[in-house]
């Protein structure tokens, strides 16, 4: 079992991989490549002690002019590095040259982390990669950036560690032709957008939410549910959690963090609605959390 491991005293020592209730395990998928909220995102080491650990970890992906990908949420560099202008019309030599910025914070860190990088540490003959390591490429590119060259450049860095990735996004199409280019990297799909269309609220509009969901990514294997989603359904009696896990799908559910107002409250309806993994950008800090309130 993937948890926390037991040291003097009978304490447990946060690792950040997972939290125990009712006899199992939900793991902690880490945003960003991120152990604590004050983290750079997507720094080197947090990514090294993820696969090591066996940890569920995510970086977002996001395609430069060349084209290839690096791990970036915005388009906008001025988010998350000290540049400015936009990723999309930026080479890899001039992204190269900036560093990564604290959205909060203003501290900054390395250099951008390329998908091409990041494969080689999580590669299959790496070696020091835990085998229940997951590496979530979160893809934020619509279907018309995903070029040939694109999918050859995925494909190449893709090949030799599929089974350790996972590409997931809002956009379905783009996910399942990039994904398909290689096989044995896993699907996932975030349906935030039929969410907000069709704005659920009773029991049977959940179950239709559901249906749609499934419909529209009939090959996702992980469904990303934000956690607005899962307490309304909760509120609506509807088992939506339960409903996508019956189709034989995994449930994780975004982002939820310590600072968030009611966290104590959601956390527990997340956890209670059954949920296979919550997303966090503080995965020990939840995890500390939730063994002072837990009585398991």
């Not at 959940?206 to 529209?216: C, E, G, H, N």
Request: aromatic share 6%; hydrophobic share 40%; glycine share 8%.
């Amino acid at each position: 079992m993937i948890g926390s491991r037991t040291v003097a005293g009978n304490r447990p020592e946060p690792d950040g991989l997972s939290i125990r209730s009712n006899g199992r395990a939900i793991r902690l998928k880490w945003h960003k490549a991120r152990r604590h909220a004050v983290d750079l995102p997507f720094e080197r080491g947090n990514i090294r002690a993820a696969l090591a650990l066996g940890a569920s970890c995510e970086v977002d992906i996001r395609r430069l002019a060349d084209p290839v990908f690096v791990c970036l949420h915005d388009d906008e560099l001025s988010h998350e590095t000290d540049g400015v202008g936009l990723a999309s019309q930026s080479t890899a030599k001039a992204v190269t040259a900036l560093t990564y910025r604290h959205t909060e914070s203003g501290r900054r860190g390395g250099p951008p982390l390329f998908l091409q990088e990041l494969a080689s540490m999580v590669a299959a003959n790496e070696g020091g990669v835990h085998q229940d390591a997951q590496m979530q490429l979160d893809l934020k590119e619509e279907r018309p950036a995903i070029t040939d060259d694109l999918i050859g450049h995925f494909v190449g860095c893709a090949t030799g560690c599929a089974r350790y990735l996972i590409v997931s996004g809002d956009y379905w199409d783009a996910v399942d032709t990039l994904a398909g280019a290689v096989p044995g990297v896993t699907r996932g799909y975030d349906p935030l957008a039929l969410a907000i269309e069709m704005k659920p609220r009773t029991h049977r509009e959940f179950a239709a939410f559901v249906r749609s969901s499934l419909a529209a990514a009939p090959k996702a294997a992980v469904f990303y549910l934000h956690h607005e989603i899962i307490v309304r359904a909760a509120v609506a009696g509807a088992p939506v959690v339960g409903d996508l896990q019956g189709e034989g799908r995994e449930v994780d559910c975004w982002t939820l963090d310590p600072d968030h107002a009611e966290f104590e409250d959601r956390l527990a309806t997340v956890i209670a609605s059954g949920v296979d993994q919550i997303t966090t950008n503080a995965p020990l800090a939840v995890q500390e959390h939730w063994s002072r309130l837990d009585t398991d």
